[in-house]
């Protein structure tokens, strides 16, 4: 009877510990590399017909096979890599299986129509009216009683953007000077409503006489426009919408993106350079070179740069279109980036691309490069503001655009992908307008 007793309790031992390294197995799969790879798939994905795209895979997990003819799945790279060959434009399904037989869930593949571009690397100078008026500091109001600060006083801020005039929306220094002329000839306050980050707030500002100007003041000194200096990044040949810098045009003071309310570019001719070293990016000196070669409108500015209209192809720099690169088809090694350095005629530079960040979601920076041209190098040490939207191409794709500088390290580079560039809504959007 003991010893019946001690089987079972044996055998039950046994069970735990089976149903233990069993959970243990599962927990074990569950964090292994291969399953991260599956469980971090796109879904769905997207291919450009007539062209591959290839994914990280385990070579003891067995890859899919299509259920169209529309996409082939290749195995290469001694089964670490599935490339996935798009034939024509529309859907098909990979089903997938744990083990070869134990069915998951199918990956939905989207065989899309390449997007065909010109690349750009001009440079261009951007002028634009932002939406509402950026407070840049306060000039004290000379008054018969003394020198006094009413917007300061009130509480107004360097960097807030005033965004309303009592019930009317900001729109110009001229209008504000107005308003404020008007409050005070009537001995009340102005109401002026700003916005700094996510506060918004209206304060009431008493205009102060001043005997110098003959009119009421209250100290303010604001700006309505922004400009800058940077690059071409592509245009479509078809419909003359671009995309240029790779990243927000900001105010200048709080580096936040200015609302753009329209704007215009025109060609820069770059007449010199000052060298970048560590913690002191360098940048390109540019001129206004009129609208010989680069002239358009200005109708967005978003997280990837500006968009608008140009009003005829420029006639330096590339002709020929590119298709533009999926993340997935960028790989880290060889590169070119188009920028000017003198003038307005691009050139091609040699640069690696050190890292390129698996992204399903736009973000400003996926990739890391380093430049390796050694005439860039001499010229500049490497990337200097003014470069930024200076387009990235790689295995005659446009992969992406140049961002932002490393600033310890000016021989290093960021750029974000073109595909994000390309997906801003604002390029697709009609607006008769621009």
């Not at 426009?225 to 240029?244: C, D, E, I, N, Q």
């Not at 003038?343 to 890391?368: C, H, S, Y």
Request: charged residues 15%.
């Amino acid at each position: 009877m003991a010893r019946g007793q001690h089987d079972r309790g044996r055998q039950g031992w046994r069970r735990k510990a089976a149903g233990l390294a069993g959970a243990v197995a599962v927990v074990a799969i569950g964090f292994s590399s291969p399953v991260d790879r599956w469980m971090a798939l796109p879904s769905p994905i997207e291919v450009p017909a007539g062209q591959e795209v290839a994914f990280a895979w385990s070579p003891w997990l067995p890859w899919p096979t299509a259920s169209s003819a529309q996409c082939r799945p290749l195995l290469t790279g001694h089964g670490s890599r599935l490339t996935l060959l798009a034939t024509g434009a529309g859907y098909c399904r990979l089903p997938l299986r744990w083990f070869g037989w134990l069915p998951w869930r199918s990956l939905p593949v989207k065989v899309t129509k390449p997007v065909d571009v010109i690349p750009g690397g001009e440079s261009v100078g951007v002028l634009v009216h932002t939406r509402g008026l950026l407070v840049t500091g306060f000039s004290p109001v000379e008054a018969s009683v003394g020198r006094r600060d009413p917007a300061e006083t009130a509480g107004i801020q360097r960097g807030d953007i005033i965004v309303r005039i009592g019930r009317r929306t900001a729109g110009s220094g001229n209008g504000l000077r107005q308003a404020v002329n008007r409050a005070g000839h009537r001995h009340r306050p102005v109401e002026l409503t700003t916005v700094s980050g996510k506060r918004r707030q209206t304060w009431p500002v008493w205009p102060v006489w001043s005997p110098r100007t003959h009119r009421y003041q209250i100290g303010l000194r604001t700006e309505d426009r922004a400009s800058g200096v940077g690059t071409l990044t592509f245009y479509f040949p078809s419909s003359g919408r671009y995309a240029a810098l790779g990243h927000s045009l900001t105010d200048g003071l709080t580096r936040q993106p200015a609302a753009v309310l329209g704007g215009q570019i025109l060609g820069a001719a770059i007449v010199g350079i000052v060298d970048g070293t560590a913690n002191h990016p360098g940048q390109k000196v540019g001129v206004l070179a009129g609208s010989r070669n680069i002239a358009g409108s200005v109708r967005h500015n978003g997280e990837f740069g500006i968009v608008g209209r140009l009003r005829h192809p420029p006639f330096l720099g590339p002709a020929r279109p590119v298709p533009i690169a999926l993340p997935d088809q960028v790989r880290p090694g060889p590169a070119r980036i188009l920028t000017v350095l003198k003038g307005q005629q691009p050139q091609a530079f040699a640069i690696d691309i050190l890292a390129a960040t698996r992204q399903t979601a736009p973000e400003t920076k996926g990739l890391l490069f380093k430049v390796t041209d050694p005439r860039l190098l001499a010229k500049t040490g490497g990337v200097v503001q003014g470069m930024s939207g200076s387009p990235i191409l790689q295995d005659g794709r446009l992969v992406g655009a140049v961002t932002h500088v490393l600033v310890g390290r000016p021989s290093l580079g960021f750029g974000c992908y073109a595909y994000w560039m390309v997906s801003q809504s604002a390029l697709s959007d009609p607006s008769p307008g621009d």
